[in-house]
């Protein structure tokens, strides 16, 4: 079992940026580490996930504003957040993945007001 928390989400104003960070409590080297959201109303998303070593894949909405980024050393992936919009506002999960398993985190809130 491996425990995923997120952290670093707050208010920010539009065209802000903010840094998520979530930490795993076990090795991610090799897994897949992605970022999800669900905004009000809305079924959950992928935002970004990196395939340890391949190319990053981000959603058409993020593309050129977001960063996904990796450090196995401390088991951590970070979600580089700029140009922020109002339709980013939800809460941000963190998920690995590895073939057979699947794990989340409980999120962290970004919303994104003047």
């Known amino acids: 079992q491996v425990q995923l928390v997120e952290s670093g989400g707050g208010l920010v104003q539009p065209g802000g940026s903010l840094r998520l960070s979530c930490a795993a409590s076990g090795s991610i080297f090799g897994a897949a580490m992605g970022w999800y959201r669900q905004a009000p109303g809305k079924q959950r998303e992928l935002v970004a996930v990196d395939f340890s070593g391949g190319t990053p894949n981000y959603a058409d909405s993020v593309k050129g504003r977001f960063t996904i980024s990796r450090d196995n050393a401390k088991n951590t992936v970070y979600l580089q957040m700029n140009s922020l919009k109002p339709e980013d506002t939800a809460v941000y999960y963190c998920?690995?993945?590895?073939?057979?398993?699947?794990?989340w985190g409980k999120g962290t809130l970004v919303t994104v007001s003047s």
């Open positions: 998920n690995l993945e590895r073939p057979g398993v699947r794990y």
